[in-house]
């Protein structure tokens, strides 16, 4: 089993449409987590971090179960530019110095 | 700031040929990772370092990698000798362990391409 797994898709949906991802994670001392996203050719850059409490930034809304050991991510009144693929991380920084185990990554894409 | 630098952006070789990448860290940042990128594999992380030191150098494929760092600000990637099968984009990223949160920054990529 991977350590970090997410649906790889592709989701497409339409302009406007709400979206949502799910990834899972094996370990449980994991502490921190993200999400990246990832245009095509490009490098990969972080969107979010994930917090117990679940955050918001604008359209993306980000939450985190411990107890299930799984982190999402929904995109609301989704956008052309938001097709990319979108990559779940999570790091135990106890365990290993700054390493971070990234998830094969979630395609979207988004069409008018 | 200046974020993450890689050089090459772009490599086309031939099979056999010793390549190397380059890879200045963000100023500041304590830890620095060497990823590789295909299609087939996904993103797969070769190696990393701390504070200049190799931590886990697992990923790294077979002997015909190396990397270095032979300072804070800057790393090297050699792959001597090259083959066709690793083409891919190599990606360098760094992070700070000082805070809560790891955040990792990536380059913009090296595109390796071996004839």
């Known amino acids: 089993r991977k350590e970090v797994e997410q649906d790889p898709g592709p989701f497409n949906v339409p302009e406007g449409a709400t979206v949502a991802f799910n990834c899972t994670y094996s370990?449980?001392?994991?502490?921190?987590f993200f999400w990246y996203r990832q245009d095509c050719r490009k490098e990969p850059k972080l969107l979010m971090s994930?917090?117990?409490s679940g955050n918001e930034d604008g359209r993306f809304t980000a939450q985190l179960n411990r107890a299930s050991q799984y982190i999402s991510l929904l995109i609301r009144d989704s956008k052309l530019s938001d097709s990319a693929t979108y990559l779940c991380?999570?790091?135990?920084?106890?365990?290993?110095?700054?390493?971070?185990?990234f998830g094969d990554g979630t395609t979207l894409t988004v069409k008018p | 700031d200046a974020g993450v630098i890689q050089s090459p952006r772009h490599e086309v070789t031939e099979m056999g040929q010793e390549v190397t990448l380059r890879c200045k860290p963000i100023?500041?940042?304590?830890?620095l990772f060497w990823y590789r990128q295909t299609m087939m594999r996904g993103l797969e992380l070769l190696i990393y370092?701390?504070?200049?030191?190799?931590?886990?150098d697992s990923g790294m494929p077979e002997d015909r990698f190396s990397a270095k760092m032979p300072n804070a600000s800057f790393s090297t990637l050699k792959i001597q000798p090259s083959e066709p099968r690793d083409s891919a984009v190599y990606f360098c990223?760094?992070?700070?362990?000082?805070?809560?949160?790891?955040?990792?920054?990536f380059g913009p990529g090296t595109r390796l391409t071996v004839l």
């Open positions: 994930v917090y117990s």
């Open positions: 990223a760094s992070s700070s362990t000082s805070g809560r949160h790891d955040t990792q920054y």
């Open positions: 370092f701390n504070n200049n030191v190799p931590i886990d």
């Open positions: 100023s500041g940042h304590n830890s």
């Open positions: 991380v999570v790091n135990n920084p106890n365990t290993n110095a700054g390493k971070s185990t």
């Open positions: 370990n449980s001392a994991s502490q921190s």
